[in-house]
């Protein structure tokens, strides 16, 4: 079953709900009184009319008060039927799961140092702007960093408070691509004004292409003298939360998966995941050290991997080249 609404459908309703009916009622309620006032003028002439109240008299007439409580009565009537109308739509703001004919793309977001950080399913990492794909449903969990921040979408109806040591979900769907602000609703700072970001909502199609882009690692081993090994080596990667994970996030490659250059270029089919990996390089006959080290894939990365010469005491760490690519649109 698709889904019925979006957060921005939902709160028009209601909106457009109360508006009617709070103008329905400004309409009755000004007619009636402009009716009695013009019933009632003064023009200097007596009335002999018997429903005209007298100074110092209960009035009488209203057919015992009949009219008072059906108007009260239809009254409670409209009121409680809209509240309890109102809390189910809410309801399912809140909670819209069952509505959903898909898996929600699952984003976490943290606000940290006047800026907020994006995280994705995968592992890829992105810093001030939020890219989803278009008429899908989209999970976000809210935290901080630092002190309390309420991250929200103007445009798109969403508020979720983001408090250090918690976690809050709320969802929401762009039913149309382009960009839409993102603010810090909770004053938490010097800084609060800038803590701003962008919701970018693009074609399902170019956002996937967008996401698979991001989690790329290119290595390039290379000996003291800047020259590629080509040979007599073997290369694993192993995801530091690999038992975390259904699929086995442990890659091992040899040699002659790399080119002449010393280089290997792996992409989103290779990794699967993004995070920590350990990585470890083994060199045959004991020609260099084995190289080890732990590396942060969050986003298009390079590392270069020097072999050190196995009667030295330097492993060879390599340089970390990591970092984010551009929008890979």
Same mark, same amino acid.
């Given at each position: 079953m698709p889904l019925q609404q979006t957060r921005v459908d939902v709160f028009e309703e209601i909106f457009l709900v109360f508006l009617g009916l709070g103008t329905l009622v400004g309409v009755v309620v000004v007619s009636y009184v402009l009716y009695n006032a013009y019933k009632y003028r003064d023009d200097g002439e007596p009335k002999d009319d018997e429903s005209l109240p007298t100074l110092g008299e209960l009035p009488t007439g209203g057919k015992g008060g009949k009219k008072l409580f059906l108007s009260f009565g239809i009254s409670a009537v409209i009121v409680i039927s809209?509240?309890?109308?109102?809390?189910?739509?809410?309801?399912?703001? %809140?909670? =819209?799961?069952? !509505?959903?004919? /898909?898996?929600?793309? $699952?984003?976490?977001?943290?606000?940290?140092?006047?800026?907020?950080?994006?995280?994705?399913?995968?592992?890829?990492?992105?810093?001030?702007?939020?890219?989803?794909?278009?008429?899908?449903?989209?999970?976000?969990?809210?935290?901080?960093?630092?002190?309390?921040?309420?991250?929200?979408?103007?445009?798109?109806?969403?508020?979720s408070d983001a408090i250090p040591g918690e976690y809050d979900e709320t969802w929401f769907m762009a039913e149309e691509t382009g960009e839409h602000e993102i603010k810090c609703f909770e004053l938490c700072g010097k800084g609060h004004t800038a803590m701003t970001g962008t919701v970018q909502v693009m074609e399902e199609e170019a956002f996937n292409e967008w996401l698979n882009s991001q989690l790329t690692l290119e290595?390039?081993?290379?000996?003291?003298? %800047?020259? =590629?090994?080509? !040979?007599?080596? /073997?290369?694993?990667? $192993?995801?530091?939360?690999?038992?975390?994970?259904?699929?086995?996030?442990?890659?091992?490659y040899t040699a002659e998966d790399f080119d002449e250059n010393g280089t290997i270029s792996l992409d989103h089919e290779d990794l699967q995941q993004g995070g920590e990996y350990n990585v470890t390089i083994t060199f045959e006959d004991g020609q260099y050290e084995t190289i080890e080290k732990t590396i942060n894939i969050d986003g298009p990365s390079s590392e270069t991997f020097t072999a050190g010469s196995a009667n030295e005491s330097d492993n060879g760490n390599g340089t970390n080249e990591s970092g984010h690519g551009g929008d890979g649109e």
């Amino acid at each position: 079953m698709p889904l019925q609404q979006t957060r921005v459908d939902v709160f028009e309703e209601i909106f457009l709900v109360f508006l009617g009916l709070g103008t329905l009622v400004g309409v009755v309620v000004v007619s009636y009184v402009l009716y009695n006032a013009y019933k009632y003028r003064d023009d200097g002439e007596p009335k002999d009319d018997e429903s005209l109240p007298t100074l110092g008299e209960l009035p009488t007439g209203g057919k015992g008060g009949k009219k008072l409580f059906l108007s009260f009565g239809i009254s409670a009537v409209i009121v409680i039927s809209l509240v309890i109308w109102t809390y189910g739509m809410l309801l399912y703001v %809140e909670d =819209p799961q069952d !509505e959903f004919d /898909e898996e929600p793309a $699952e984003i976490e977001v943290t606000g940290d140092g006047f800026a907020w950080y994006f995280e994705y399913a995968n592992g890829v990492e992105e810093i001030g702007t939020m890219r989803v794909p278009a008429d899908k449903p989209i999970a976000i969990q809210t935290t901080s960093g630092d002190v309390w921040h309420t991250f929200g979408i103007p445009d798109l109806r969403v508020k979720s408070d983001a408090i250090p040591g918690e976690y809050d979900e709320t969802w929401f769907m762009a039913e149309e691509t382009g960009e839409h602000e993102i603010k810090c609703f909770e004053l938490c700072g010097k800084g609060h004004t800038a803590m701003t970001g962008t919701v970018q909502v693009m074609e399902e199609e170019a956002f996937n292409e967008w996401l698979n882009s991001q989690l790329t690692l290119e290595v390039e081993v290379v000996d003291q003298n %800047e020259t =590629p090994v080509t !040979e007599g080596y /073997e290369m694993t990667l $192993e995801h530091t939360e690999n038992d975390q994970y259904e699929e086995d996030l442990v890659h091992t490659y040899t040699a002659e998966d790399f080119d002449e250059n010393g280089t290997i270029s792996l992409d989103h089919e290779d990794l699967q995941q993004g995070g920590e990996y350990n990585v470890t390089i083994t060199f045959e006959d004991g020609q260099y050290e084995t190289i080890e080290k732990t590396i942060n894939i969050d986003g298009p990365s390079s590392e270069t991997f020097t072999a050190g010469s196995a009667n030295e005491s330097d492993n060879g760490n390599g340089t970390n080249e990591s970092g984010h690519g551009g929008d890979g649109e």
